[in-house]
């Protein structure tokens, strides 16, 4: 499943469920703005940055990588494009990156080589399969949800996510985005053969 451009799409609606995810206040998120940003030297691409507005120096860079496929390559490469943005941007501010693993199984580590130069602590990693949420869930939590469900439990989640978001969201254009997206959720995640 093509995982980039649906969470891009997703924190570009729910640019709270970073914040959800990191168990800090939702609210945090009106004074981000989030972006891909594209890493000249060798044409890397982020995933998400969580930029904060000018008014709040104090508050971090926030780095958001998507990863559902075990790759051996993972830390190194996403590493060379942290520092790279470091290098071509200068930030004057604390830097977070966050790793959303589809599934722990999929996290093969930290290299060796990292460990010491870096404040681990700062780099968090989030398990999408294993995140409780809350009673009832978020629409944006319940959308991460239904991207890790299996394909029997789909339709009654589509029908399920669809009156979630005509209930939570009161905006026609916003609202048919959020349907779109779930759209192209089950286009990427059950394509026809």
């Known amino acids: 499943m093509k995982t980039d451009k649906i969470f891009y ?4 609606v729910f640019p709270e469920l970073l914040f959800q995810l990191l168990g800090e206040s939702p609210n945090l998120a009106q004074n981000y703005q989030f972006k891909s940003i594209e890493i000249k ?4 691409r982020l995933d998400g940055v969580f930029i904060p507005d000018a008014d709040h120096p104090d508050y971090p860079l926030y ?3 998507v990863q559902f496929q075990k790759d051996e390559d993972f830390y190194w490469r996403f ?8 290098k071509q941007y200068k930030p004057e501010r604390t830097c977070c990156p966050v790793i959303l693993w589809g599934k722990r199984r999929l996290d093969i580590g ?3 080589a990292y460990q010491n130069l870096l404040n681990l602590e700062r780099i968090q990693r989030i398990y999408l399969d294993e995140i409780e949420a809350e009673s009832p869930p978020s629409l944006g939590i319940s959308i ?3 991207i890790l469900i299996s394909g029997k439990k789909a339709p009654e989640q589509v029908q399920s996510l669809i009156e979630q978001t005509r209930r939570q969201i009161i905006d026609p254009n916003t609202q048919r985005n959020v349907i779109e997206l ?3 959720i089950i286009i990427y995640k059950f394509p026809q053969k």
Do not use: H, N, R, S
Not at 9 to 12: D, G, I, M
Not at 41 to 44: P, S, T
């Open 79 to 86: 590493m060379t494009q942290l520092f790279l943005y470091l």
């Open 63 to 65: 780095f958001v990588e």
């Open 110 to 112: 930290f290299p060796i």
């Open 9 to 12: 799409t997703l924190f570009q």
């Open 41 to 44: 030297e060798l044409a890397f």
């Open 144 to 146: 991460l949800q239904f």
């Open 182 to 184: 779930i759209e192209k």
